[in-house]
């Protein structure tokens, strides 16, 4: 039985405990128990940050067209009379330029227009991406296989994503990329599946969630290690028991003394010996990151008073221990919600898209602190894009967006994917409703692809990570799913890896 047959038998069978208990633990009920990697240690540092916008972003608001159309229309134009009382007050000249943004087609389409500016509150975003720190991935969105154009999705010769405007169904799919599917485990927790060996600590998993339990991070054999903003080591915001259990002085020293005679009996039940497996484990994981949060070096970069800037300045902390934490390869995971804007939406982004662009160059910045921009990755996701027409004070529930990925490794300056024309005329496409609405160009898949293989997923593991991927791309050396990261500095193998998906 080869590797990724093996978790993905065991995992299975292991799933009814694992789940059941992570409502007490943090930890994975087999986090570290078994070694799934062949190959060494490896000796470099990567980690990628996923930052959940849920609710579903108004992301064309985001990123908006301000250069000519094929044909001489003017975008900016377009975009203002298609969105009405939804389009930014500003005039073109007062937006913030993206300075010759390098547009990628992607499966036959390119952007729609010449040039492009962002949210006029987004300055350290427009900084970012100008220093080609930071890149948009464009309509992209949950698929099963390529929808060419708006007569085949309308044929129904062509697989959907279940619940397509559904907030809890794209909101998984997002995380999972198998949008067939309600029960799949998470993108995070495939590849954790896979590489979580690789740390010299397997008693702490790789996947560390800024949100509590999640599905991106749910693997097979490895679950989230759950922490708050709050990492300070003399009140760590770690929590190896609920907090109704308390954790305070005498009690707490007795609590632990009686758990561990408690964990110490052999059971005959598998259950119970997970349990106690897993209590035992994650309070050995608490203490292991109560030790290493001493070590947090002074850090100068500023972050702001906000929850995800607090999110991810708590990640930086993280990221700076992790030497003592023996970790190689991390996943963060963070959640900044509030984004189900069917009512006061210009109100809306004008407070929290500022609060997103803040945040992310502050963290960015830190990355170039500690020296390892080059080393981490992070990328937004959000269950869907909005319509681009007015409900009358809002938007309302769509599919293909606007993305950003972020870091020293990102081939930045550019458009990923095709920005789509700003018209709802019959020859769009791309445009399935007469609210405008995108059928995606870039699909999940590809994006997650070239991210774990940057991060050091083999192409020949790529199928496990992503089932549908072969629906899409097909690995060879050299090919890359968009070209989005730049694998200078992450050597992979020349050897061809037929990709056999849809055998998971």
């Given at each position: 039985?080869?590797r990724?047959?093996?978790?993905?038998?065991?995992?299975?069978?292991?799933?009814?405990?694992?789940?059941?208990?992570?409502?007490?633990?943090?930890l994975?009920?087999?986090?570290?128990?078994?070694?799934?990697?062949?190959?060494?240690?490896?000796?470099?540092?990567?980690?990628?940050?996923c930052?959940?916008?849920?609710?579903?972003?108004?992301?064309?608001?985001?990123?908006?067209?301000?250069?000519?159309?094929?044909?001489?229309?003017?975008?900016?134009?377009?975009?203002k009379?298609?969105?009405?009382?939804?389009?930014?007050?500003?005039?073109?000249?007062?937006?913030?330029?993206?300075?010759n943004?390098?547009?990628?087609?992607h499966?036959?389409?390119?952007?729609?227009?010449?040039?492009?500016?962002?949210?006029?509150?987004?300055?350290?975003?427009?900084?970012?991406?100008?220093?080609?720190?930071?890149?948009?991935v464009?309509?992209?969105?949950?698929?099963?296989?390529?929808?060419?154009?708006?007569?085949?999705?309308?044929?129904?010769?062509?697989?959907?994503?279940?619940?397509?405007?559904?907030?809890?169904?794209?909101?998984?799919?997002?995380?999972?990329?198998?949008?067939?599917?309600?029960?799949?485990?998470?993108?995070?927790?495939?590849?954790?599946?896979?590489?979580?060996?690789?740390?010299?600590?397997?008693?702490?998993?790789?996947?560390?969630?800024?949100?509590?339990?999640?599905?991106?991070?749910?693997?097979?054999?490895?679950?989230?290690?759950?922490?708050?903003?709050?990492?300070?080591?003399?009140?760590?915001?770690?929590?190896?028991?609920?907090?109704?259990?308390?954790n305070?002085?005498?009690?707490?020293?007795?609590?632990?003394?009686?758990?561990?005679?408690?964990?110490?009996?052999?059971?005959?039940?598998?259950?119970?010996?997970?349990?106690?497996?897993?209590?035992?484990?994650?309070?050995?994981s608490?203490?292991?990151?109560?030790?290493?949060?001493?070590?947090?070096?002074?850090i100068t970069?500023?972050?702001?008073?906000?929850?995800?800037?607090?999110?991810?300045?708590?990640?930086?902390?993280?990221?700076?221990?992790?030497?003592?934490?023996?970790?190689?390869?991390?996943?963060?995971?963070?959640?900044?919600?509030?984004?189900?804007?069917?009512?006061?939406l210009?109100?809306?982004?004008?407070?929290?898209?500022?609060?997103?662009?803040?945040?992310?160059?502050?963290?960015?910045?830190?990355?170039?602190?500690?020296?390892?921009?080059?080393?981490?990755?992070?990328?937004?996701?959000?269950?869907?894009?909005?319509?681009?027409?007015?409900?009358?004070?809002?938007?309302d529930?769509?599919?293909?967006?606007?993305?950003?990925?972020?870091?020293?490794?990102?081939?930045?300056?550019?458009?990923?994917?095709?920005?789509?024309?700003?018209?709802?005329?019959?020859?769009?496409?791309?445009?399935?409703?007469?609210?405008?609405?995108?059928?995606?160009t870039?699909?999940?898949?590809?994006?997650?692809?070239?991210?774990?293989?940057?991060?050091?997923?083999?192409?020949?593991?790529?199928?496990?990570?992503?089932?549908?991927?072969?629906?899409?791309?097909?690995?060879?050396?050299?090919?890359?799913?968009?070209?989005?990261?730049?694998?200078?500095?992450?050597?992979?193998?020349?050897?061809?890896?037929?990709?056999?998906?849809?055998?998971?």
């Open positions: 039985m080869n990724r047959n093996f978790i993905k038998n065991v995992g299975c069978g292991a799933m009814g405990s694992s789940t059941l208990l992570s409502s007490l633990t943090s994975g009920a087999l986090n570290g128990l078994t070694n799934l990697n062949k190959n060494a240690p490896g000796e470099d540092y990567k980690a990628i940050v930052i959940l916008f849920s609710g579903g972003m108004d992301s064309f608001n985001l990123l908006m067209p301000t250069g000519t159309a094929v044909g001489g229309d003017n975008g900016f134009n377009e975009y009379a298609l969105r009405t009382d939804l389009a930014v007050t500003q005039d073109a000249a007062n937006l913030l330029a993206l300075n943004p390098q547009c990628s087609s499966r036959g389409k390119n952007c729609a227009y010449s040039a492009y500016s962002v949210h006029p509150q987004m300055s350290g975003i427009r900084d970012l991406f100008n220093s080609g720190k930071l890149s948009f464009s309509n992209i969105g949950t698929l099963v296989e390529p929808i060419a154009n708006a007569s085949e999705f309308k044929s129904s010769l062509k697989k959907v994503p279940l619940g397509i405007y559904s907030h809890s169904d794209q909101i998984m799919q997002w995380q999972t990329s198998v949008p067939q599917s309600r029960n799949a485990v998470g993108v995070g927790g495939r590849m954790a599946d896979i590489l979580n060996a690789n740390n010299t600590n397997n008693g702490i998993s790789m996947n560390i969630s800024l949100a509590g339990k999640n599905i991106f991070q749910r693997g097979q054999m490895i679950s989230e290690y759950s922490i708050s903003d709050n990492v300070d080591p003399n009140n760590v915001g770690l929590q190896s028991f609920p907090s109704y259990w308390s305070s002085g005498l009690l707490q020293e007795m609590r632990t003394h009686a758990i561990d005679s408690l964990v110490a009996k052999t059971y005959a039940n598998l259950l119970q010996k997970t349990y106690s497996t897993t209590a035992k484990e994650s309070m050995a608490f203490a292991i990151f109560k030790e290493a949060l001493k070590r947090v070096p002074t970069t500023s972050f702001p008073n906000t929850s995800l800037a607090k999110d991810l300045a708590a990640i930086t902390k993280v990221i700076s221990v992790r030497q003592q934490l023996g970790a190689k390869r991390q996943i963060f995971f963070v959640n900044y919600g509030g984004w189900d804007m069917h009512d006061g210009l109100g809306g982004l004008n407070s929290k898209l500022p609060i997103v662009s803040q945040a992310m160059k502050a963290f960015y910045d830190s990355t170039v602190e500690l020296g390892i921009s080059e080393n981490v990755t992070t990328y937004t996701i959000s269950d869907f894009a909005r319509t681009l027409t007015s409900n009358g004070n809002g938007s529930h769509a599919w293909g967006g606007n993305n950003m990925v972020m870091g020293g490794a990102v081939n930045g300056g550019r458009i990923f994917g095709a920005y789509p024309k700003m018209d709802l005329s019959s020859g769009n496409n791309s445009n399935i409703s007469f609210r405008g609405n995108f059928i995606p870039v699909s999940t898949d590809e994006m997650y692809a070239e991210l774990a293989l940057w991060y050091g997923v083999s192409p020949s593991d790529l199928c496990y990570v992503l089932p549908n991927l072969g629906n899409f791309y097909s690995y060879s050396p050299n090919n890359y799913p968009l070209g989005l990261m730049n694998f200078s500095q992450t050597p992979i193998s020349t050897t061809n890896h037929p990709l056999d998906c849809l055998t998971y």
